[in-house]
């Protein structure tokens, strides 16, 4: 039984500490955030702790100062004077007609008119919202608060619907710039989402509202950070990695390779998927807990508005600020969306340039990803598709890298060669980089199974396999010689870093023929070049 007890499944500020639940400390960034500015917006994927950065929020300012104790606040703040909070969950309108959202949204303004009042000539939202911050105000003496939670949620179903969003935009603007009209009555004002909407379209009045996102100081915000994890959650990792008997160090390793990853500035600290995390460390074990969180169909359909974009070249695209940070309604390819849901990330900022290099954050999004869109690419089963990888892995872990090309070889000849001109993107492409993506995916793939990296999609496809005897380097190449490869290998000391390991190294040439359609020729030789196996075909 597990001393700890993990917030996996509510996101109320209120509750995680009244219940003792494992909480990582963030009030000290909010009481800084709270005194700096007035006018808040901040940006993360689903599954941050947006919502509960909210309720802490609202905690907070209701001056509920008994949740707080033992917190970094209760150093720096000393009046902890109550303020009316007026807190909207925009994400309880998504998936809703206009008429519908109007409902729900009359229906949380109504839970507080019943608290602050209301004046029966006011009918619109907008009307009615304005009145409930005066009366608020007039009720307590004090300013109000505004929250609103998963701004944009009931506009991201509509992104590709121009009517239905420009007039589901049009009705929340209405709305969302009374906070504007009423700054007289405002102490503060926290907006929440995850995508970067137009300002001109969404908050057009609101130009004082400061976008918080992209500072470094506030990087760890939401997520977990890796001093986090290594102080304040160290005895869960412990105990996380007495339950899978390994050490301490895998344990790290393990989230780390996992969950980790997760850039939001130029010099952002390391942060990590809370909800990955926190759901691991209570279940001890490791999932894809963030990606089978939400929906792979919408990644898809959003895809396929940038049918010449293959995502898996966007891992360790460089790009300037304004072409994955723009906002997603009006961009012109899918990078904006793709790092604003938390797909593709920051790796680093190249200030010389001014650009920033993005990527996959971890091992859970990039496989994720590759295996929810193999289908899609490839137009293979499921079954085969995962018959394939388990039969290669198990002829590597024995050391047979033989009959786990030979594997591949079959899998690549079961792949129908008209999705080439059937997938609008693929059409686009040569036959050339169809195989260079084909091996991308497979060795990507068969990662789940043994311990693969391959290093680029773009150009040569190369691939470093381990397992517990051996090491394999291999070289891809499309439609050029084995002897070329091989010598690549060794001119590039691509095996030198393995060579003092323990395990038998070979390297491995793979020729394909973008004619033949399939793996033409192979040659495997051992540390000192002497041939192991060939197979040509």
């Known amino acids: 039984m597990s001393e700890f007890r993990y917030p996996v499944d509510t996101d109320q500020f209120a509750m995680i500490r009244e219940k003792g639940l494992v909480y990582v400390d963030k009030t000290d960034l909010l009481f800084d955030l709270v005194n700096r500015y ?38 720096l703040e000393k009046e ?19 008429p519908e959202a109007k409902s729900n949204l009359e229906r949380q303004l109504r839970s507080y008119e019943a608290i602050y009042g209301s004046d029966p000539e006011s009918i619109t939202v907008s009307a009615r919202f304005s009145d409930l911050i005066h009366n608020a105000n007039k009720q307590t003496g004090e300013k109000a608060v505004v929250i609103f939670d998963e701004y944009d949620a009931p506009l991201m179903r509509l992104l590709y619907e121009k009517e239905e969003l420009e007039a589901m935009r049009s009705f929340l603007r209405g709305f ?57 959650l160290r005895p869960c990792v412990e105990e996380y990695a007495e339950a899978l008997d390994i050490t301490l160090e895998e344990a790290y390793a ?19 998927t809370p909800y990955s995390v926190l759901n691991a460390l209570n279940d001890k074990a490791t999932r894809n807990y963030w990606f089978e969180s939400g929906t792979s169909t919408s990644l898809i359909e959003h895809l396929r508005h940038f049918p010449k974009f293959n995502p898996l070249d966007l891992d360790g695209v460089e790009v300037e600020l304004d072409s994955f940070n723009a906002p997603c309604e009006y961009a012109a390819t899918p990078i904006p969306m ?17 650009v920033y290099v993005l990527h996959f954050p971890n091992y859970e999004v990039r496989q994720s990803i590759i295996s929810g869109l193999t289908n899609y690419l490839m137009d293979t089963d499921d079954l085969d598709r995962d018959s394939a990888i388990l039969a290669m892995s198990r002829a590597m872990k024995r050391g047979d890298l033989s009959a786990a090309l030979t594997e591949l070889r079959s899998y690549i000849a079961s792949i129908p060669y008209d999705i080439i001109t059937r997938k609008e993107w693929m059409a686009k492409k040569s036959r050339e980089d169809f195989y260079k993506l084909l091996m991308y995916v497979v060795f990507s793939l068969l990662n789940s199974k043994v311990d693969t990296e391959v290093k680029s999609v773009k150009g040569r496809a190369d691939v470093l396999v381990k397992t517990k005897s051996d090491i394999f380097v291999l070289e891809l190449k499309v439609d050029d010689s084995v002897d070329n490869a091989l010598a690549q290998i060794d001119r590039k000391g691509y095996a030198i870093p393995y060579e003092s390991d323990g395990r038998k190294v070979t390297k491995c040439r793979v020729s394909i023929s973008s004619e033949a359609r399939n793996i033409v020729h192979w040659r495997s030789v051992d540390e000192e070049g002497n041939i192991i196996d060939e197979q040509k075909f």
């Not at 902890?80 to 206009?98: G, Q, R």
């Not at 393990?254 to 990590?272: A, E, I, T």
């Open 80 to 98: 902890w004077k109550a303020c009316p909070v007026l807190h909207f969950d925009m994400s309880d309108l998504k998936n809703y007609s206009i």
């Open 176 to 232: 969302y710039q009374v906070v504007k009209k009423e700054g007289a009555y405002l102490k503060f004002v926290f907006i929440t989402g995850v995508t970067k909407f137009s300002q001109m379209s969404i908050f057009s009045e609101l130009n004082n509202l400061k976008q918080v996102s992209m500072f470094d100081e506030y990087s760890g915000l939401c997520g977990i950070t890796q001093k986090e994890l290594d102080t304040v």
């Open 338 to 354: 793709l790092y604003q849901r938390g797909y593709l990330t920051i790796d680093h900022y190249n200030k010389e340039d001014d």
């Open 254 to 272: 393990d989230l780390k390779r996992n969950y980790d990853g997760y850039h939001f500035s130029g010099k952002s600290q390391d942060v990590y």
């Open 38 to 75: 007035n006018y808040v917006f901040f940006a993360r994927p689903r599954r941050f702790g947006k919502s509960l950065l909210c309720n802490t929020f609202k905690a907070y300012f209701q001056g509920r100062k008994e949740l707080f104790e033992g917190l970094k606040i209760m150093e």
